[in-house]
């Protein structure tokens, strides 16, 4: 963890500056949010493909004859379920229900599993997992530091990057093989809403398969980019749609929660008590319906009334307007209610519309 | 982009070409990189009053809003509405089709208290 004022540095570091990046501090790390303009990185990957290096996120490998019950205990939906070489995403919730983060488990081998967390959260998870996983018989193994990530995304993230080994992995699946001696992972997963690959491998080998990527076409792309693809996707962000003191209910992701098996997990009693529950607040996909941007904090009114808060705002390049997501009550959830946004004063016109906002083209085979 | 000499700057990153006692407005080449793909300029319609170093306006890109504040004092007599629907002439053209308001001054001299761009440009250099 850095010491006040220090931002912690991924293995890519030097790449962004050669790239000529604009570095911005996120979550203690110094990353690059634009390399050439956030609308031409957007439509990159939209159209072609995009790259962002997301070394910051912390990565860790659970070991053991228990890892899959332990990852079991530790996320809300049923890890044990998984096949070798499959993931799935899921929260990892308190004792009270509420969302420490958002997190994606691969199980590489039986005994094997990889646990992807958010940057903001990674010291955070890794204590926590470090203490739970310990009833288990399993240890947690720490991948951050000593791995890069890097994630092609994009209608022709598959085809740039070619080969075998990257066109065999299908959806929500993993493989690991060998690039230069190295042990290079891969999946078949994304936060942007198009098609792409995931990477780990070792951080010193990072800045060499980066050059690799670029060679094969693939353009870099910023943080500011990767907001507004994952917010036209309709996919959370932690520390912007949930805290703690959110539940999985509420933000829609009941369908990470699964009580069927019988066994136990970290909330699981609050969860089975609140699933069924009426929903104080629900979070819905809002697209404005005149010129502005709503964003993070801005005031839901409806018919005058204060009714609720935007969780996530920006402007879509894609829609060309402005899309959010706010938590509004469950009675006015439905799809073509109006509300206003109060932006910085002005009222902005905006519609429930369904999630998402974005989906990519169906793929002709 | 070199900051035309036809024309005088202020701190804000704004700049101001004079002829007679109107006064074409716009930012700089400087500030449309440091605000990214702008998305929405929001702009006084003519007749309203500005008054200098007062905001008159929002400009909005992508990431973040910020604050316009007027370079003159003055009658707005147009507004370069083109920028509704071609926001991105302020990043692509900041000194020609970017422009955004031209303003009738009420005291030309005004403007002599701006930095002219070798000046600006020095400035550029030490603040930023």
């Known amino acids: 963890m850095s010491d006040a004022g220090t931002l912690l540095r991924t293995p890519l570091y030097n790449e962004h500056l050669k790239l000529g990046a604009r570095m911005v501090p996120f979550a203690g790390w110094e990353m690059p949010v634009q390399y050439t303009g956030v609308i031409e990185e957007h439509n990159a990957v939209r159209r072609a493909a995009g790259m962002f290096d997301v070394s910051h996120m912390g990565r860790y490998e659970v070991h053991g004859p228990d890892a899959a019950r332990s990852m079991r205990y530790i996320c809300t939906w049923d890890m044990t379920r998984l096949e070798l070489g499959e993931g799935h995403y899921a929260a990892a919730c308190n004792e009270a229900g509420g969302i420490l983060d958002d997190v994606y488990v691969f199980c590489l081998d039986p005994e094997r599993y990889l646990i992807v967390v958010n940057a903001s959260n990674a010291p955070k998870m890794k204590r926590w997992m470090e203490e739970h996983i310990s009833k288990f018989n399993a240890t947690l193994v720490d991948r951050h530091e000593s791995t890069a990530m890097i994630a092609v995304q994009g209608p022709q993230a598959i085809e740039k990057m070619g080969g075998e080994f990257v066109r065999s992995i ?54 500011g980019a990767r907001d507004t693809l994952r917010l036209e996707a309709a996919l959370l962000l932690y520390g912007n749609d949930m805290d703690e003191d959110t539940n999985p209910f509420e933000v829609g992701l009941d369908w990470v929660v699964t009580l069927h098996d019988g066994e136990d997990f970290l909330g699981r009693t ?96 | ?51 200098y170093m007062q905001k008159f306006g929002e400009i909005e890109s992508v990431k973040a809003v910020s604050e316009l504040f007027s370079p003159v004092t003055g009658e707005v007599l147009e507004r370069n509405d083109g920028l509704n629907d071609n926001p991105q002439w302020v990043n692509d053209s900041p000194y020609e089709d970017g422009w955004m308001l031209k303003v009738r001054i009420a005291d030309p001299a005004e403007v002599d208290a701006l930095m002219v761009s070798a000046e600006y440009e020095t400035f550029l250099e030490t603040a930023g």
Request: glycine content about 10%.
């Open chain 1, 270 to 365: 609050a969860l089975q008590e609140l699933r069924g529950a009426e929903l104080s607040r629900k979070l819905t996909c809002l697209r404005a319906l005149d010129r502005g941007v709503m964003r993070h904090g801005h005031q839901i009114r409806f018919e005058g009334e204060e009714v609720g808060t935007v969780a996530s705002g920006t402007f879509s390049p894609t829609l060309n307007v402005s899309i959010g997501m706010g938590f509004v009550p469950e009675s006015l959830s439905a799809e073509g209610t109006k509300f206003e946004i109060d932006v910085r004063g002005r009222p902005l016109p905006v519609e429930v519309v369904p999630r998402p906002f974005y989906k990519r083209p169906k793929k002709s085979k």
């Open chain 1, 170 to 223: 299908k959806a929500r699946r993993c493989a690991e093989t060998d690039w230069r001696g190295y042990r290079l992972f891969a999946s078949r997963t994304g936060y942007t809403g198009e098609d792409g690959l995931e990477f780990v491998i070792d951080a010193v080998a990072g800045p060499d398969f980066w050059q690799e990527l670029l060679e094969a076409g693939v353009v870099p792309v910023g943080l």
């Open chain 2, 1 to 51: 982009m070199a900051s035309p000499n036809d024309r005088k700057y202020t701190k804000e990153h704004e700049w101001v070409l004079l002829d007679g006692d109107v006064g074409t407005v716009g930012i700089t080449d400087y500030a449309q990189d440091q605000l990214g793909d702008i998305v929405f300029v929001e702009l006084p319609a003519p007749g309203t009053a500005v008054t």
